[in-house]
């Protein structure tokens, strides 16, 4: 459905100036953008186990390399897959990295495979009951 530009830019300035938007620093900050991983249950559904070692990896790296992470939408396959089996799955290997990261050092947003979210404990974050992120427009 088309916008026109009067609303969009509307929309826009509102977000801009609420409190809550936070604007990220590129100058003195390293960000790792990860999108669309649809985490499942391990099963035979589930896409991501052949990348598990290397997502391990790569977020041990930029851990180490003081990155902060920015989850762009779909980590979960929620649409597919209940987040308890999820968490149980992922758990004790990639959210427990996701973990070593300070919170400030994690952003999700929720992408159109999210919207049964709202608000639940993130195992993404050291304190799960913290929500953080931003919903897709």
């Not at 409190?19 to 620093?25: A, N, R």
């Not at 999108?35 to 997502?55: C, I, Q, R, V, Y």
């Not at 790296?61 to 989850?71: M, P, T, V």
């Not at 495979?113 to 931003?134: F, L, Q, Y």
Request: aromatic share 12%; net charge negative.
């Amino acid at each position: 459905m088309a916008q026109d530009k009067k609303e969009t830019f509307k929309q826009l300035t509102r977000l801009w100036k609420d409190e809550i938007i936070t604007v990220l620093s590129t100058a003195e900050s390293k960000y790792a953008i990860l999108s669309d991983l649809h985490f499942g249950d391990g099963g035979p559904a589930d896409d991501f186990p052949h990348n598990k070692e290397t997502m391990k990896r790569m977020l041990t790296y930029y851990q180490e390399k003081d990155y902060s992470i920015i989850l762009l939408g779909d980590i979960e396959k929620l649409w597919q897959f209940d987040m308890d089996m999820i968490k149980k799955k992922y758990d004790k290997d990639i959210y427990s990295i996701f973990r070593e990261f300070e919170n400030d050092r994690v952003i999700r947003v929720f992408g159109n495979h999210d919207r049964e979210w709202e608000s639940p404990p993130d195992p993404v974050m050291k304190n799960p009951e913290i929500t953080k992120g931003a919903p897709e427009a």
